[in-house]
């Protein structure tokens, strides 16, 4: 059975131009608006997803590239590289900038490039795992994406999403600060309307249990999905079946 995606009009181009506007500020909103959540939610996909000791992982709308990065820095054991892939110039750039910071040997094990998640530039089965950060939302067709990540990855690979899903929360406080606080504070800060659209993209995009059946009708199995922090965020895992 498909799924309607009620975001189909998105412009790719507007959607880059947002997230380029509020480059400079995101990762500082990120953590103040939700109270260093975000680090949380982000630290626990990469501690408990299935990395190959060797493996080439993907991160599919980087932004700063706080999951690419966080794959290298918070997993010890693994050996492996990464490539991160965003559509906004100024967020490639300040996850560039990251990893120059961190310096050796950091910069040889992760490559930030420019890239279209719906049309991505790499050969079919490259990846052991692909992993996207509340990117999913934002694609102009969502199956499209599911299947571009589904194309991408190796038989038997992890999938690991970051979302925030439609319903995902109904407690009337929480409801009240992510409608109304928000996008106002946010907005103020960024100078910008992209709070306002971040609480649009999170009310008009699939429940949790209509993505995982997209993911199911796109090849995916195994397909887990864990509330995080009262439903506000959640993680999706699912393997290429
Ligand atoms: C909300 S930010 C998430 C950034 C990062 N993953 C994180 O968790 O902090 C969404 C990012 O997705 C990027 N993006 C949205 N649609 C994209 C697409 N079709 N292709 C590549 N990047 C995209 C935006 O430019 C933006 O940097």
């Given at each position: 059975m498909s799924v309607t995606v009620?975001?189909?009009?998105?412009d790719p181009k507007k959607i880059a131009a947002m997230f380029s506007s509020i480059a400079e500020r995101y990762d500082f909103l990120n953590e103040l608006l939700s109270f260093s959540q975000a680090g949380v939610w982000k630290s626990r996909l990469i501690r408990e997803a299935d990395v190959p000791e060797r493996g080439l992982l993907l991160d599919l709308c980087?932004?700063?590239?706080d999951l690419a990065l966080g794959f290298l820095t918070e997993l010890p054991g693994f050996k492996g590289d990464v490539i991160g892939i965003d559509f906004s110039v100024p967020m490639v750039d300040r996850a560039r900038a990251k990893v120059a910071e961190l310096g050796y040997p950091y910069p040889r094990r992760v490559e930030f490039l420019m890239g279209d998640a719906l049309d991505l530039q790499f050969d079919d089965e490259k990846f052991d795992l692909v992993a996207i950060g509340f990117?999913?939302?934002?694609?102009?067709d969502t199956e499209s994406g599911v299947r571009e990540m589904h194309r991408v990855l190796k038989t038997g690979g992890q999938l690991n999403v970051l979302e925030f899903f439609?319903?995902?929360?109904?407690?009337p406080p929480f409801k009240w600060y992510l409608d109304t606080v928000i996008p106002w504070l946010g907005n103020s800060i960024s100078n910008s309307t992209a709070y306002t659209y971040l609480r649009d993209s999170s009310n008009e995009f699939l429940s949790c249990p209509e993505f995982e059946r997209m993911l199911e009708n796109s090849g995916f199995r195994e397909i887990k999905s864990e509330r995080m922090t009262f439903g506000i965020a959640h993680l999706v895992r699912a393997r290429k079946g």
């Amino acid at each position: 059975m498909s799924v309607t995606v009620p975001n189909s009009d998105r412009d790719p181009k507007k959607i880059a131009a947002m997230f380029s506007s509020i480059a400079e500020r995101y990762d500082f909103l990120n953590e103040l608006l939700s109270f260093s959540q975000a680090g949380v939610w982000k630290s626990r996909l990469i501690r408990e997803a299935d990395v190959p000791e060797r493996g080439l992982l993907l991160d599919l709308c980087t932004g700063s590239g706080d999951l690419a990065l966080g794959f290298l820095t918070e997993l010890p054991g693994f050996k492996g590289d990464v490539i991160g892939i965003d559509f906004s110039v100024p967020m490639v750039d300040r996850a560039r900038a990251k990893v120059a910071e961190l310096g050796y040997p950091y910069p040889r094990r992760v490559e930030f490039l420019m890239g279209d998640a719906l049309d991505l530039q790499f050969d079919d089965e490259k990846f052991d795992l692909v992993a996207i950060g509340f990117g999913v939302r934002n694609f102009s067709d969502t199956e499209s994406g599911v299947r571009e990540m589904h194309r991408v990855l190796k038989t038997g690979g992890q999938l690991n999403v970051l979302e925030f899903f439609r319903d995902g929360v109904t407690f009337p406080p929480f409801k009240w600060y992510l409608d109304t606080v928000i996008p106002w504070l946010g907005n103020s800060i960024s100078n910008s309307t992209a709070y306002t659209y971040l609480r649009d993209s999170s009310n008009e995009f699939l429940s949790c249990p209509e993505f995982e059946r997209m993911l199911e009708n796109s090849g995916f199995r195994e397909i887990k999905s864990e509330r995080m922090t009262f439903g506000i965020a959640h993680l999706v895992r699912a393997r290429k079946g």
